[in-house]
């Protein structure tokens, strides 16, 4: 770029300049050929272009018009670079997947990035799996098992649709400017529509949000909108105990006994 580029906060604008880092995604994602990658957030190019350099051909979907031009004309010697300018929230995975499932990537805007996850898990079938770089914090909620002080929503949502594996925490100051916050790179896998066994999603979605709206109450109380104590014992779930002590098959379990 020929100006210095103002970073715009309220995108989440915090580029990566180690390369080191870059290499480290690079090599958890180990991009095969054929593979229709998507990067969300591409930037100023620190993932795109070494990638875009490997493997030839990526999609990439950038918010900030700014960015466009200056992207595509980096990317232009490198391979073949299909930029989509427009909000993630509102892209449709399915319809980039008209030719096959995507590998999705990104260092994603940290402000928004929770509708992001819940955006891409809607489309989670047209996706073989995720390598996202996210405030540390969230990487822990994503993967967090059930007890942990910081199992919740998220990790109830993730982990019924996705294996979820925390890979390596990255220090602000692989950044340019650095972010208040570490952050972790996390891989997703989709799990097959088969194995997740849920058979009302909307009710899954909403029995998961009660259970944690209020986290200290007891399942009896929290799902009292939902369903009785008798309903919750029959899916063989204790009453007495709280949403953070119970597992993912066990939410899967009371919705499907709720469903029915
Ligand atoms: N990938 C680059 C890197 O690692 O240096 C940039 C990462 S930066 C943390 C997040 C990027 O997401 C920025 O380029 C920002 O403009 C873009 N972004 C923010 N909100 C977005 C949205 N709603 N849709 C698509 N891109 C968005």
């Known amino acids: 770029m020929s100006e210095p580029y103002r970073h715009k906060k309220q995108l989440g604008q915090h580029f990566l300049h180690e390369r080191g880092v870059v290499d480290r995604i690079i090599a958890a994602l180990d ?3 054929g593979d229709r990658i998507v990067e969300i957030g591409p930037g100023a190019g620190a993932l795109t272009l070494p990638l875009l350099r490997r493997h ?3 999609t990439a979907i950038e ?23 427009a909000d993630v929230l509102t892209v449709d995975f399915a319809a980039l997947a008209a030719d096959g499932p995507l590998r999705l990537v990104g260092n994603l805007p940290y402000n928004i990035s929770s509708p992001i996850l819940f955006h891409v898990l809607d ?5 073989i799996d995720m390598h996202f770089m996210l405030q540390k914090e ?3 909620r994503m993967a967090a098992a059930p007890g ?7 990790s109830v949502m993730l982990q019924a649709y ?10 602000p100051g692989a950044f340019s400017p ?3 916050v570490d952050s972790a790179v996390v891989r997703l896998v989709p799990r097959p529509d088969g194995d997740i066994g849920i058979v009302d999603r909307t009710l899954f979605a909403r029995l998961v949000r009660d259970a944690f709206g209020q986290r200290r109450k007891t399942l009896r109380n929290a799902l009292s909108n939902l369903c009785s104590s008798e309903h919750i014992e029959a899916a063989g779930v204790d009453p007495g105990t709280r949403a953070e002590q119970l597992a993912v098959a066990d939410f899967v379990r009371l919705c499907n006994a709720l469903a029915s």
Do not use: M, N, W
């Open 31 to 33: 991009p095969r050929p």
């Open 56 to 58: 030839g051909e990526l």
């Open 63 to 85: 918010f900030d018009r700014d960015l466009v031009g200056p992207l595509a004309a980096a990317a232009a010697s490198l391979g073949t670079l299909h930029i989509v300018q």
């Open 123 to 127: 489309h989670a079938p047209h996706v």
């Open 138 to 140: 969230v990487v822990e």
């Open 148 to 154: 942990s002080k910081v199992y919740g929503r998220l």
């Open 162 to 171: 996705c294996a979820v594996t925390a890979l390596f925490r990255v220090p």
């Open 178 to 180: 650095p972010p208040k």
